[in-house]
Structures are given as structure tokens and as C-alpha cells.
T-cell receptor, first 115, second 115 residues
Framework: GAGVSQSPSNKVTEKGKDVELRCDPI?????LYWYRQSLGQGLEFLIY????????KSGLPSDRFSAERTGGSVSTLTIQRTQQEDSAVYLC?????????????FGPGTRLLVL | AQSVTQLDSQVPVFEEAPVELRCNYS??????LFWYVQYPNQGLQLLLK??????LVKGINGFEAEFNKSQTSFHLRKPSVHISDTAEYFC?????????????FGTGTQLKVEL
């Protein structure tokens, strides 16, 4: 079946611009996660959605970062007023309902470069 | 909070030789343990996971890992590596209860298999 998809695969933007990154999780997966992979910080958790519950935003690095998940499916990560330190690969993952026992399935990522 | 330590940033090994990638973790609560592999320009793929039960876990591509609670380790092993195993390997943990199964990753180990 189809895996997690992310778009765009690559994004180049200028400092100060806003960007939106999209994630389509695996159908039927109730949990969705965003992670960031950067040279300086490694792989770090950003935000987590579970069903209709309030998202866990504890990993967002600043208030310039936000995310939403519409209809319990597609998610968009928005970075406002981008900075060069935001350059990274943004990974999305989804997890099935409780039977998944913690296994997350990752998308290919969006590589963001802020000039 | 949890933390994961992968002491070896790079491990060179000859083809058909055995390899061990080390992972140690720290947590005040019970955790699930995972190894993910990332091939160049691709997303993360689950190699294996420890949830409970037998401490020796077998995964895909001939990899296995052993959970050692007293040493808080989860080292990854393969008895005979192939060129195609060249990739970056990430050890990760998530809380068994609470925390939404968000993953805390180590900094990764680059495995380079040479002829």
C-alpha cells in the first residue's frame, strides 16, 4: 500500500519568507508526527497529533513554527519568517492505532534550504 | 525524559565481516527501543524493535539486537555485512505509557561497508 508522502521534496526559500510543508499519512493511521533532521541537532521531535486530541507541541523550537492536521489526515507544517538555521530535512511519520505498538512509518522528507 | 547515546559516529567494516553498532539509553520510565536505517536521500526505515519478551530481537536484512536492561543497552549486530548495508543507523526510544510514543533518537552511526 501507499506509504507516507511529503511535498515538496525540496524547497529553497529566502530568509524571512514563510513556507508550508505537507504530509499525507498512511490511510487509517491515527497518529502523526513531525521531526526535523539537521546537521547541528540530529533528529528531533517537533509536534505530535493523535486523533482529535490537542497536539503535543513540546518540540517546536519557536513560535514561528506551527502545524495543523485537517480532518484527521493531511498535516501542514508552517514556518513563518524563515531563518537560515531552519534549513533541515523535515520528516513526517504516522502510526497506526494502538495495535501498532509504537512503530512509526516515515515519509521521505522535505529538504528545506533557507538562503 | 529520555536520552540515547550512539558513541560511534562512523563504523568502517569490510564486506562479509561482522559488525556491532552500539546504543545506550537513559530513561526514568519503561521504554520501547528501535533501530531505524536511513539510506542516502531516503526516509527512515524500521529495522527492528523491542517491546517486551525475548531480549534478542531479529529484524530485516539479517540484523538483530539484544536488549540488556542492566546495562541499558540495545546494540545492533549483523554477522556478515554487505555493501548494500552502507547507510546511517539510528537508535531510538519511546515511552511505553504516555508521551504519545514520540521518538527520541541518538545521533546516528554511519556504517560504511568496503570491499
Amino acid at each position: 500500500g501507499a506509504g507516507v508522502s511529503q511535498s515538496p521534496s525540496n524547497k529553497v526559500t529566502e530568509k524571512g519568507k514563510d513556507v508550508e510543508l505537507r504530509c499525507d499519512p498512511i490511510s487509517g493511521h491515527t497518529a502523526l508526527y513531525w521531526y526535523r533532521q539537521s546537521l547541528g541537532q540530529g533528529l528531533e521531535f517537533l509536534i505530535y497529533f493523535q486523533g482529535n486530541s490537542a497536539p503535543d507541541k513540546s518540540g517546536l523550537p519557536s513560535d514561528r513554527f506551527s502545524a495543523e492536521r485537517t480532518g484527521g489526515s493531511v498535516s501542514t507544517l508552517t514556518i513563518q519568517r524563515t531563518q537560515q538555521e531552519d534549513s533541515a530535512v523535515y520528516l513526517c511519520a504516522s502510526r497506526p492505532p494502538s495495535g501498532g505498538l509504537g512503530t512509526q512509518y516515515f515519509g521521505p522528507g522535505t529538504r528545506l534550504l533557507v538562503l | 525524559a529520555q536520552s540515547v547515546t550512539q558513541l560511534d559516529s562512523q563504523v568502517p567494516v569490510f564486506e562479509e565481516a561482522p559488525v556491532e553498532l552500539r546504543c545506550n539509553y537513559s530513561s526514568s520510565v519503561s521504554v520501547y527501543l528501535f533501530w531505524y536505517v536511513q539510506y542516502p536521500n531516503q526516509g527512515l526505515q524500521l529495522l527492528l524493535k523491542y517491546l517486551s519478551g525475548s531480549t534478542l530481537v531479529k529484524g530485516i536484512n539479517g540484523f538483530e539486537a539484544e536488549f540488556n536492561k542492566s546495562q541499558t543497552s540495545f546494540h545492533l549486530r549483523k554477522p556478515s555485512v554487505h555493501i548494500s548495508d552502507t547507510a546511517e543507523y539510528f537508535c531510538a526510544v519511546s515511552e511505553v505509557t504516555g508521551g504519545g510514543n514520540k521518538l527520541t533518537f541518538g545521533t546516528g552511526t554511519q556504517l560504511k561497508v568496503e570491499l
